[in-house]
């Protein structure tokens, strides 16, 4: 049975920082490149790309939105990837969710469209 369960969120003040976890059981956790999505209250597109990680760690991606504050990273012996969120603003303010795909490429991810399995999502709720 395939399980992504994320923890980590709650709620902060704007420029605090939270870590966000995913454990991965039920799938080969190192051979799938990991990311993370996050959609906000209201929101009616599809889930936002925030963050990919490589299967071995040794690339990454982030949306533009992110750069520079959130990192990604992943223990592959702990099938876990996690996502480290600074200075947080309101409009960061969404149900985070990790995602895993089989993919050639980290890219792929980015639309979602490759995605094989997602988490349950946690929130994250940022005070200004």
């Known amino acids: 049975q395939v399980q992504l369960v994320e923890s980590g969120g709650g709620l902060v003040q704007a420029g605090d920082s939270l870590r966000l976890s995913c454990a991965a059981s039920g799938f080969a956790f190192s051979t799938y490149a990991m990311g993370w999505f996050r959609q906000a209250p209201g929101q009616l597109r599809d889930r936002e790309f925030l963050a990919t990680i490589s299967w071995a760690g040794g690339d990454t991606h982030y949306a533009d939105s992110v750069k520079g504050r959130f990192t990604i990273s992943r223990d592959n012996a702990a099938n876990t990837v996690y996502l480290q969120m600074d200075n947080l603003k309101p409009e960061d303010e969404a149900v985070y969710y990790c995602?895993?795909?089989?993919?050639?490429?980290?890219?792929?991810?980015?639309?979602?469209?490759?995605?094989?399995?997602w988490g349950q999502g946690t929130q994250v709720t940022v005070s200004s």
């Open positions: 995602a895993a795909a089989r993919v050639a490429t980290i890219f792929s991810m980015i639309t979602g469209e490759w995605v094989d399995y």
